[in-house]
C-alpha cells in the first residue's frame, strides 16, 4: 500500500540525508563522592546514535534516567567521561578556545522553566541580546534591529523590548527563550521539556512555532520529553531512555505502532489509547529502576523485564513462581544498596536483630501461598541464608548464578529490528530466543 512505499522512501531520504550529530559510546558519570556509596552515578551509560541535518530526533524516559544529563553533555555544559559527540564531523568533547567558542554559537538549549532559566532583572531586549553581545556579533545597532526581528520570528512584539520576563505569560516567556537560543543562528537546538512547565493550550502554540522556525532555518532538533503524545507528534524519531542507555531508536510512527524493545512497550501500554477498539493491555512493571550508581551487570533492564529470558531448567516453572523470585531478588538488590554500618545502626536504635526477623517474614510474603518445588525453594533458602548473616551481595550472587539468564550476565547489543534502521537493546532479537512481542501475546493470553 501507499504508506509502505512513503514509509520506504523515508527511510531512503534518510539514509542519504547528511549527517549533523555523531554520537559513539558517550558515557557520562558523576563522581561526587556520594554518601551511600563511592560509585559515580552512571547517569549515561554508553548510548550511540546519530541526528541528520533538519530532523527533530525525541529522547524519551522516565525520570532520572539520563535525558538531561545527556543533552547537557552534548551542549558541553557536562563533560563527557568517554565517548565521542561529533558535530559535522568535529569531536566537540575535546574543544578548547576558538573552536569552543564557536561551537557554543552552533548549539543551543531551549529549558523546560522558562521561570528559572530568564534573568528576570534584565529586559526581554537584553535576554535575547546578550549571547550576542558575548559573541560580539556584529554592531550594537545591528544586534538591536536582530533583537527586534527575533522578537517578531517568535511572535513577539517590537514593543515587548523594553519589558521584563514577569509582565508575560508561561508561553510567552518560553518564546523570550527561543528568540534568544535563535539568535547566533545555531544549526542545533536541545529542547529539554519545552512544553512541559506550560498550558495544555499554550503547548501547541509553542510546538507549532518550534515546528515553523525548524522549516524556515533548517534547524535540527533533540527533543526532550516525558510525554510520549507530544513526542509522536513532532519527531520524526524517538529515542527510548531507561538507566542511561538507549533501549531502542527508531521512526516514531513504527515504534509507536509496534515497539520491539520489552521497555518501549511496557512504556508505551502506560499512556491510555485515544482509541479503545485498539487499546493495548496495560504492563505495570514491577518495583523502581535500580540505581545508577550500582546499574545490573547484564542489561539494564533486566531487573524489571516482564518477558526476560529464563534459563532453560526453569522455562516451564509456574509465572507467579518465577515472579516472585525476581521479586526476592529485586528485595536483596534494595538491601544491600543499605551501608551496613547504618543498618546496624538502626538494629541498635531499635534494639533488635532487624535484618534476622525480617527474612523470614520476606519469604512467607513472597512464597508462603505458593506451590514452590522443594529445589526451588532450597535455592531461595540458601540465598536468605547469606542475607541473614548480612551477606546480601552473596545472596545475590547466589540467585544470579542459579535463576540468572543471559539477560543477569551480558549486556545486549543494539539489534536491528524492522525494515527502517530501527534498533534495540535486547537479546530477545537474537535468532535462538523468541521475540518480546510473541512473549508479550503469550503472558496476556
Ligand atoms: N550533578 C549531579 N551529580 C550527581 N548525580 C546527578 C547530577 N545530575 C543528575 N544526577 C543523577 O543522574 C541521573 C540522571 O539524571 P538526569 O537529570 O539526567 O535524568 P532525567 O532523565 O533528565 O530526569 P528528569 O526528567 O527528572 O530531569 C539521576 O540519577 C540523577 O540523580
Not at 534518510?14 to 558523576?30: A, I
Request: with cysteine; charged share 30%; glycine share 6%.
Amino acid at each position: 500500500m501507499s504508506t509502505t512505499t512513503t514509509e520506504e522512501e523515508e527511510a531512503v531520504t534518510r539514509e542519504t540525508q547528511e549527517t549533523l550529530l555523531e554520537v559513539n559510546d558517550l558515557k557520562t558519570y558523576y563522581e561526587d563522592g556520594g554518601f551511600l556509596s563511592s560509585n559515580p552515578v552512571k547517569a549515561v551509560d554508553g548510548v550511540s546514535f546519530d541526528i541528520k541535518r533538519g530532523e527533530t530526533l525525541g529522547l524519551v524516559g522516565e525520570s532520572g534516567c539520563g535525558k538531561s544529563t545527556l543533552g547537557r553533555t552534548l551542549m558541553r555544559l557536562e563533560e563527557a567521561t568517554a565517548g565521542e559527540v561529533k558535530l559535522n564531523g568535529t569531536d566537540i568533547t575535546t574543544l578548547s578556545g576558538a573552536d569552543l567558542k564557536q561551537f557554543r554559537r552552533d548549539v543551543q538549549m531551549v529549558f523546560q522553566d522558562p521561570d528559572s532559566s530568564l534573568n528576570e532583572r534584565m529586559t526581554v531586549g537584553e535576554i535575547v541580546r546578550e549571547p550576542l553581545d558575548v559573541h560580539e556579533w556584529k554592531t550594537p545597532k545591528e544586534r538591536r534591529q536582530r533583537v527586534r526581528d527575533l522578537l517578531e520570528t517568535v511572535g513577539l512584539q517590537e514593543q515587548h523590548y523594553y519589558r521584563y520576563p514577569h509582565q508575560f505569560s508561561g508561553g510567552q516567556r518560553q518564546r523570550i527563550g527561543i528568540a534568544r537560543a535563535l539568535a547566533l543562528e545555531p544549526d542545533f537546538i536541545i529542547l529539554d521539556e519545552p512544553v512541559s512547565a506550560l498550558d495544555v493550550s499554550v503547548q501547541a502554540k509553542i510546538l507549532n512555532l518550534l515546528e515553523d522556525l525548524q522549516e524556515e532555518f533548517g534547524l535540527t532538533y533533540l527533543f526532550i520529553a516525558h510525554d510520549l503524545a507530544v513526542v509522536r507528534h513532532i519527531c520524526d524519531r524517538v529515542a527510548v531512555m531507561y538507566l542511561g542507555n538507549i533501549m531502542e531508536i527508531g521512526p516514531s510512527d513504527e515504534m509507536f505502532e509496534a515497539p520491539a524493545n520489552p521497555y518501549t512497550h511496557a512504556l508505551l501500554s502506560s499512556i491510555p489509547e485515544p482509541d479503545p477498539t485498539t487499546a493495548r493491555d496495560r504492563i505495570t512493571l514491577r518495583g523502581t529502576p535500580p540505581s545508577p550508581r550500582d546499574p545490573p551487570a547484564g542489561c539494564p533492564f533486566s531487573t524489571r523485564c516482564p518477558v526476560k529470558i529464563r534459563p532453560d531448567e526453569y522455562r516451564s516453572l509456574d509465572d507467579d513462581v518465577w515472579q516472585r523470585i525476581e521479586v526476592f531478588r529485586e528485595v536483596l538488590r534494595e538491601r544491600s544498596r543499605v551501608e551496613p554500618s547504618i543498618s546496624d545502626r538502626v538494629r541498635e536504635l531499635l534494639g533488635r536483630e532487624t535484618h534476622e526477623s525480617g527474612m523470614d517474614e520476606i519469604l512467607e510474603e513472597l512464597f508462603g501461598n505458593l506451590d514452590v518445588p522443594n529445589t526451588v525453594m532450597e535455592h531461595i533458602n540458601e540465598a536468605a541464608e547469606y542475607a541473614e548473616n548480612d551477606d546480601e551481595e552473596a545472596g545475590r550472587t547466589y540467585l544470579r548464578e542459579e535463576f540468572g539468564s543471559v539477560c543477569d550476565r551480558e549486556r545486549p547489543s543494539q539489534l536491528g529490528v524492522g525494515d527502517q534502521g530501527r534498533l534495540s537493546l535486547c537479546h530477545r532479537h537474537e535468532d535462538e530466543y523468541d521475540e518480546p512481542a510473541t512473549v508479550f501475546e503469550s503472558l496476556v493470553h
